[in-house]
Structure formats: C-alpha cells, structure tokens
C-alpha cells in the first residue's frame, strides 16, 4: 500500500504569506495527486487534482504542482478564508490514500 | 449542479450493521468514466477512503475492512449503498460520499463531495 506523508502537520502564517504544504508518496505514483481544503464542521472541497490542476471555480492563488514521490501545494498570499486543514490524497492504485493534514492556523 | 447527500442512522449499537445512502444528482453512474466513493473520519482524524464504485459495476474496497464493506448502486434512483458490518465504537466517524469523474481528457479524481453524515456507534 501507497502511505502520504504530509509536512508539517500545521504550521502558522499571517494574511498575505505565500504558504508551501509538501506531500510524499511511499512510492511513484506519477501524478496522480489530489490536495482538498477542510474546514470546521464542513466536508472536504477538491481543490487541485493531477496534481496541478486547479478544479472548477477554485481561485488562481491555489497552485500543486511535482510528479512522482515529491508534491507541494502553494497558497500565494493567504487570505481569512484560506485557514483550514489540507490534504493530499493518492489515486494512481488502490487502496486509495489520504495523507495526515496539515493545519493552517492564524498567526 | 450535482450535489450528494448521505443518510443513515445516527445511531448504531455495537456489533450491528451500519447502512448508509448516498443520494445523488446532476449526473449518472451509468456514464462511463463516473464512480461514487465513500469515505470517513473519526472526530479529529484524518481522512480514511472505504470503497468505490463504479459505473460499470467494478468494485474496490479498503484491504482493512474489506470483509465488513460491501458497496452497491441502484441507477434508476441515483443512489449508492454503504454496507458494514459488526460495528465498533472505533468506527465512530462521519461518513462522506464523493463522485470520481475519469474521463478521456483526465482523470478529476474525488471532485465533489456529500455534506457527510455523523454516526455515533454505542451500546
């Protein structure tokens, strides 16, 4: 089985940092790599899938991008509602698999 | 606009068999390419995939719980079936169902998901 690791596990920034989540796959997994944003008491919202496309109506600061082991989502300048958990999540074979989260909180 | 909602008890004593429903609409899982996930998350935990189907009947299960799991649809009323059995307290969780879109263009993975349901199992 594929296992995701993601660093950090949280980490705090300010509005208007640019913030950097990096996910690692236990083996190649080409680009099959999705990252999702969770809020509070919400469901999971897809934000990048193949690793470096932005789904539909996802704003432009969200960006993804690696291939194989090694993948980053970038938040450009973070904004209030950009203070969530994120995950990655592996597609390229079952069993399918999240990694841990990494929290971004209010500095 | 395609939205799923899931449905179940909130409810479950230990050792009883979980059902929960994923309703949906806006697409088909008669339409190749589609499939419909379910996934959970115990309170303060990560996210843990459970099983998937897809529009051509192919199933795959989560290894570690794949003789409790089993996964159904019924297309007519664009709906998926979550069984599992022999509930712990461990599977305490909220339960969430998603669409999985791979088409010929590209493979969209879990692009939009079900509100979630709570299920709370104890005796």
């Known amino acids: 089985d594929i296992q995701m690791t993601q660093s950090p596990s949280s980490l705090s920034a300010s509005v208007g940092d640019r913030v950097t989540i990096t996910c690692r796959a236990s083996?190649?997994?080409?680009?099959?790599l999705a990252w999702f944003q969770q809020k509070p008491g919400k469901a999971p919202k897809s934000l990048i899938y193949a690793a470096s496309s932005l789904q539909s109506g996802v704003p432009s600061k969200f960006s993804g991008s690696g291939s194989g082991t090694d993948f980053t989502l970038t938040i450009s300048s973070l904004q209030p509602e950009d203070f969530a958990t994120y995950y990655c999540q592996q597609y390229n074979s079952y069993p399918l698999a999240f990694g841990q989260g990494t929290k971004v909180e209010i500095k | 606009q395609i939205t799923l909602k899931e449905s179940g008890p909130t409810l479950v004593k230990p050792t009883q068999t979980l059902t929960l429903t994923c309703t949906f609409s806006g697409f088909s899982l008669s339409t190749s390419g589609v499939g419909v996930g379910w996934i959970r998350q115990p309170p303060g935990k990560a996210l843990e995939w459970l099983a998937l189907i897809y529009w051509n009947d192919d199933k795959r299960y989560s290894p570690s719980l794949k003789s409790r799991l089993t996964i159904t649809k019924d297309t007519s009323k664009n709906q998926v079936v979550l069984t599992m059995t022999n509930m712990d307290p461990v599977d305490t969780a909220t339960y969430y169902c998603?669409?999985?879109?791979?088409?010929?263009?590209?493979?969209?993975?879990?692009?939009?998901w079900g509100q979630g349901t709570t299920v709370t199992v104890s005796s």
């Open positions: 083996q190649g997994i080409s680009n099959y």
């Open positions: 998603a669409r999985t879109l791979d088409t010929a263009m590209d493979n969209y993975g879990m692009d939009v």
